[in-house]
């Protein structure tokens, strides 16, 4: 599949970044000379945050090319997506050139912000609105206006969520609601109520919090409580007419109110770079997201589902080599002494074992038919110490089993090839049923029976055999 | 110290929980007969939540008493918090009473949304305006307006986030931006552009990600790049003289609005009771703000401030028994079989390693200028499965040290007295700057000579001794 992207500046290479993580060829056209370096360093930052929202591997990246016409750049596309800057005789003009070159296949996409597809096809082009949220690598939203319904599927199967919206409207639903926030900002700021870093304080503080895993109506029922919906309109209903905002008006958007607030947004975030703030915030999401996954609410659901249609597999068989695991030391793996958390090694190590289980046969995702194993000891040697961002894999070995238990080792390698760690493991199949020990599957047995074989002719490690002796 | 809460509904509730649960005494005056049970409820949830943002015990639960009216419940109070109905007639009144009664001394607080202080005191009274967020127990906004300085200080001892406010004004800000949300949202459902499931998702999928740990201005100073806030106010600037919003009117709060968006909100999370809507919304908030406290950063920096503070520790001797670690097992522990996942035996075998260190004089918050301890190797026998909810505790013996090793060993207990799990654990200690290995301090030593000396009679657990042979 190819996608070909028209303009690429952050939302662009956010898209660029998307669509190549999944396994998409994607071309770039932008007239900006800059436009390789920048799109270069939202990859990078995508690299380095969208693998850790999945447990396993996302497929290999596709090929990027850069392109030096809108013509060259969307031919043979699947998808076409313009993110060039909001202004409607760009916009025309760009989609004119994307209907006369383009595939009449394709999908054509508009990242537009505000403009209704009515406004972008007024010239007889056949655009709709897919409009994504900074950084488009991580957040999964996307608004749909005048979109086929296809499209929607194939948001899908990069990993994103897609929110069609049923009437055009400008601005759509999302930039509505931040557009009102804005303005009411403006005026707290201009007005002297608050600086930028306080009123950023009053979101993170409270309601963003809250608004990362509900929104404003779901928020609202809890809060009207046993009573629901109507008992909390009835007591917030009437404070429209209170004078709780200054929205009836527009503040005037001079050089003494931008530079008010560039003053106060250079005091509030100028210790950290751009770059700095983005790795700060992309580690957050990532933590949000993660913990969403395991409660597979909100946008967590969405990783959730993604993960489960990922192809790829993280374990892997080459000559006779078992590879159980491979990923990159996160940022909250780090603990006091700079180095990686003592348990994340065992939680690697845990996650291993269940790869290899995976490799044998076992449906970890159904185990309420069957059974399964039970871990009963671990031993784990800490041998050198992993640094944040570090690449790291790991190799099992069977060293015995029978249809009760299962006894495995393996060792966690790092990028320069050494051995961080070795772990042992003992375990037990059980039945769901009965809890009781014992009747592992003919089916696994045969798959670690040949497991065992890559290993027979190998010696037995030095720091193995002091588990269940 | 006293908190007298008078208004005992969700907001009222949230209050007494954040003071009882850090420690204080709280007295409450509510004419509902049904306060009591409502009041149990939030408390019910806050000591399911709050004690989880933290890896220390929080302070013993102060006493919790029903006062039959104000009077007697503002008795001795060191603070006041007034929670009643958004009506002004009726917070006259209260605060009158409370002025009367209430020590001279007490910090007297009203948790009102919308009114000014000026408004609330126009009869003469000394509120000031501590407007938090719900659920309170666990976010830790509170805006103040008017208040006295040293308010803010014990905020912060219950483990809150004091925003000042430099003017009165209508709602204060985050309410505010709330309104204008709202207000915006109010259209969309009434203009049939989307639903309240919809609008939810624009939110939780998108921009309200972003929120919980980056507000407004910091976030559109990221998507200004490196050109900074100028260059993004340039552009987003002009947006305000667009039809974006329809902001400039208010909806008809009309029985028919309120009728859809409540058919519309029961579709959306009628599935759910309020109760199971809570639970899933602290388990969110929970796993945010840990998140958020590993990396210093928001919400969780509040966090991490108010846990460096905690003097209760977890850690304990009583009887020669030394106590490592107590807890309850969380939901993000919980795997596929439905019981504690194997790693996070290790994780609270490690915190027990820890807590041990900190009880022998180790400063784990400051490493740079000695030395600390290494883990080499561990060993875990899992003996018996650990259940969603369960409280445990760790109980810990030294099996042999000098100032290069230590060897420890861990039982991990259940409520019902049983033994889930056994840890050994091999320490080097390292120094922080050669990087080579011993000299431990003489006070490390002492402390740890002390704690074995308390079981040096007694005999060597079944299942050690097979870790350092």
Known sequence: ??????????????????????????????????????????LSNARQALPHLYDKALPNEGKLSFKNSIATCVENADWVQESVPERLDLKLKV????????????????????FKPSEINQNGTRAFVAHPFNPVYLLPLVELVGAPQDSGLILESIGMFALNIRKEIDAHIADRLLEAVWREALWLVKDGIATTEEIDESIRMGFGLRWAQMGLFETYRIAGGEAGMKHFMAQFGPCLSLPWTKLMDVPEFDDALVNLIAEQSDAQSGSLSIRELERQRDSNLIGFMRHLKAQNWGAGKV????EQKLHAKIGSIENKKITTGKGRVLPSWIDYNGHMTEYRYGQILADGVDELLIMAGLDLSDLSQGGSYFTVENHVNYLSEMKLGEEYHIEARIMAFDDKRLHVYQRVYTENGSCAASGEHMLLYVDAKTRKVGGAPKQIMEALNQFAAYHANIDIPNDAGKVGK
Not at 14 to 37: K, M, Q, S, Y
Not at 96 to 114: D, L, M, Q, R, V
């Open 95 to 114: 989609h004119e050139e994307i209907n006369n070159f383009a595939p009449k296949t394709a999908f054509i996409g508009s990242s537009t912000s505000g």
């Open 303 to 306: 990783i959730a589902q993604h």
């Open 1 to 42: 599949m190819k996608a070909a992207i028209i303009g690429g500046g952050v939302i662009g290479g956010g898209w660029a970044a998307r669509f190549l993580l999944n396994g998409w060829d994607v071309d770039i056209f932008d007239l900006d000379p800059e436009a390789e370096r920048k799109i270069g360093e939202v």
